[in-house]
């Protein structure tokens, strides 16, 4: 059973630095295209980002500008790294996997931002 398991999350102030890593138990990690998201309680679940080889990453609105996400197929985990965070980045953080039918997803990482 693939298992993804994200870390990195806590507490940080506004306008600090976070890299919230996902660390993935797929046996082909390098083919999978890894998506990072966010949800807050009563929000759907929204989009920061994906990578996948080949590829830029492709980042949407939500953060654009903000973060940047790279994957290490050797150690087979995938990064967010988030600068001049808000009190609006608050949320859990979650990462995802997917290759064409077969998608895993995280338990997810709190971030909280707040003075």
């Known amino acids: 059973q693939a298992q993804l398991v994200e870390s990195g999350g806590g507490l940080v102030q506004p306008g600090g630095s976070l890299t919230l890593s996902c660390a993935a138990s797929?046996?082909?990690?390098?083919?999978?295209?890894m998506g990072w998201y966010r949800q807050t309680p009563g929000e759907p679940c929204e989009l920061i980002g994906t990578i996948r080889d080949g590829y830029s990453p492709d980042y949407a609105d939500s953060m654009k500008g903000r973060v940047t996400i790279s994957k290490d197929n050797a150690k087979k985990t995938a990064f967010l790294q988030m600068n001049d965070l808000k009190p609006d980045d608050t949320a859990v953080y979650y990462c995802?996997?997917?290759?064409?039918?077969?998608?895993?997803w995280g338990q997810g990482t709190q971030v909280t931002v707040s003075s």
């Open positions: 995802n996997a997917a290759f064409f039918g077969a998608t895993y």
């Open positions: 797929l046996t082909l990690f390098n083919i999978y295209t």
